[in-house]
């Protein structure tokens, strides 16, 4: 939820309408979901294709329906505790990072006979016998709105030691890792039995039986600090808004390198992928900066950057998504990727941007003269019965950095026209606008 929106907050010579500033009580329960990826999850399917002698065959499928969130390195990892006393005989696509104790097994090995395995994708090299279809990406899921063919993975595995005549038991107590923590996992449940098209799309063919889960994010489960921020500027001020200092907490230089790295310090000797950063006020690893360059007569022009301060990691097909009103009109991108995406219970549209394959799609780490970056200007075509550059109604409300939300200044901070009227002393009711947006974000930390 933004606490400001085009029917409110810009209006400042007006009176806000009460049914904006009296929050109802259930409502933090209601929106304390991601309202710009309503429908966003991770799905894992367990689809059953063979019955053995003492269990099953099975391909399992993580599927990325997140429209902005996706899997970077070293990938995901799943988990999950057997009803039964089952063994995974053999796996294909994927391994299991622990054999256990499989001293009850005379004649024959299984690969895991763990009662929790810890499942791990297989690498893009993987030989060609332990491949299975759809496989061996690295544990690296695309977003589903940037790519939906990458944007899943499976693997095969056969499981056993049920005994005769058994259907299989649903695995318990799903968990996974996207690289980190923050997933929770729904009761893995019996769905419909998954049906796929062969023969060219003229035959169905359909698997014995289908379990799925899906696991949904939260930043407050995943406990993480903020890894972005957003600074400010515009053509008709000088000054910039810049990033609220200690928008990713404050640490200190010192010469262990533990925290920072001062300008006077070479980082050429770092280990690749340690996350050492560049001493800054705001000490995040990430910035990004929204200046509007231009105000034509049926269009405006604004250059987004970013900038990443970390001197020991790249971030590989990364995205920025951005929430704002103008986006409800045309909008041209010059040097990224973009698309609107839909919502619920947002006031202002949500664009999505990422890079280029093969030009910027990787944002590089920093280095000693600079830090690394991407940028592009876009143009958007005026709403001419609302577009105005006064009370920040050309800034973002909200941005987010492969999925993270980023830390943004309070509104009357933003760069003020020239003749001061969009920077006023805000009125009381502005104010308590603000308060009831802090109170309104502790009561969701909370629950």
């Not at 429209?67 to 990892?77: A, L, M």
């Not at 796929?196 to 949904?216: A, M, P």
């Not at 309070?410 to 308590?432: E, I, K, V």
Request: charged share 15%.
């Amino acid at each position: 939820m933004s606490f400001y929106s085009k029917s409110s907050f810009l209006q400042v010579h007006g009176v806000p309408t009460l049914s904006f500033v009296l929050l109802k009580p259930d409502s933090c329960f209601t929106n304390c979901y991601d309202p710009m990826d309503p429908n966003g999850n991770i799905t894992v399917t367990f689809d059953i294709e063979q019955y053995t002698s003492d269990g099953y065959v099975a391909r399992v499928t993580i599927q990325n329906f997140y429209q902005y969130r996706h899997v970077d390195k070293p990938g995901w990892r799943l988990g999950w505790i057997w009803s039964q006393k089952e063994v995974i005989w053999s796996m294909s696509g994927a391994f299991a990072t622990q054999q256990g104790n499989c001293s009850s097994f005379k004649f024959q090995t299984p690969h895991s006979c763990n009662r929790d395995p810890d499942i791990l994708d297989l690498m893009p090299d993987a030989l060609p016998q332990n491949r299975s279809n759809d496989c061996c990406k690295g544990g690296i899921l695309d977003a589903w709105a940037i790519n939906p063919a990458k944007s899943f993975s499976s693997f095969e595995m056969k499981v056993g030691n049920l005994g005769g005549n058994s259907t299989g038991y649903k695995p318990l107590n799903l968990t996974l890792l996207a690289p980190g923590p923050g997933y929770t996992c729904s009761p893995v449940i019996d769905t419909d039995p998954t049906v796929s098209s062969v023969i060219g799309g003229r035959r169905q063919e359909q698997v014995y039986r289908t379990w799925k889960s899906t696991c949904t994010y939260s930043s407050y489960l995943a406990s993480k600090t903020p890894v972005c921020c957003v600074s400010l500027s515009s053509f008709y001020n000088p000054a910039i808004t810049t990033c609220p200092k200690c928008s990713c907490g404050c640490r200190e230089a010192d010469q262990s390198r533990k925290q920072c790295i001062s300008q006077d310090t070479s980082p050429s000797d770092l280990v690749s992928d340690t996350d050492i950063l560049k001493c800054t006020d705001h000490m995040c690893p990430l910035g990004i900066h929204w200046h509007i360059k231009n105000n034509f007569k049926d269009h405006w022009r604004v250059k987004l950057t970013i900038s990443n301060f970390n001197f020991g990691r790249n971030y590989s097909n990364w995205n920025v998504l951005v929430q704002h009103p103008g986006f409800s009109q045309q909008i041209t991108t010059y040097s990224f990727n973009s698309t609107v995406l839909p919502t619920i219970g947002v006031p202002d549209e949500v664009a999505l941007f990422w890079g280029i394959d093969y030009y910027n799609d990787q944002l590089l780490q920093a280095n000693e003269n600079q830090v690394g970056s991407a940028t592009t200007d876009i143009l958007l075509r005026k709403e001419m019965g609302a577009f105005t550059l006064r009370n920040g109604w050309a800034f973002p409300r909200r941005i987010y950095f492969n999925g993270e939300n980023c830390e943004m200044a309070l509104p009357d901070t933003f760069p003020m026209l020239p003749n001061g009227s969009s920077r006023q002393n805000p009125p009381h009711y502005a104010l308590l606008l603000i308060l009831v947006y802090l109170t309104y974000k502790t009561v969701c930390f909370l629950f």
